[in-house]
């Protein structure tokens, strides 16, 4: 007797359909690199902010260690919100390589010959 095999879910990844048990849910490099650009850039000018309002003419031994106090706490709640903020952008996310869905391409295209 013939049993049917479950319909497979698919997903669209850069223009391919993929069974979704073959997608990896992961940031790509290109995400990763943005990421990691924007938060310096983001680290830098609060730095720069902090630094500014906190040292007059002089920098003192007290000012620096409380700029840098001040700075540990208030990078962490930034990086926080900036990291809930990356988390509702979906670019980049489901990333695979190129070989990667090269082979499924090609697999499919033999499955699809072998059961016309």
Known sequence: MRTE???????KIDGVSVPKELAVERESPARSIAKAISWRIIASLTTFTIFYFTVGGKVALEVITAAVGIELFTKMAIYY??????ANVYWGRNWMRYKLIRRIKLNYIRWKRKNR
Do not use: A, G, L
């Open 81 to 86: 919100v900036h990291e809930r903020i990356w």
């Open 5 to 11: 095999k479950d319909p497979k879910e698919f997903q």
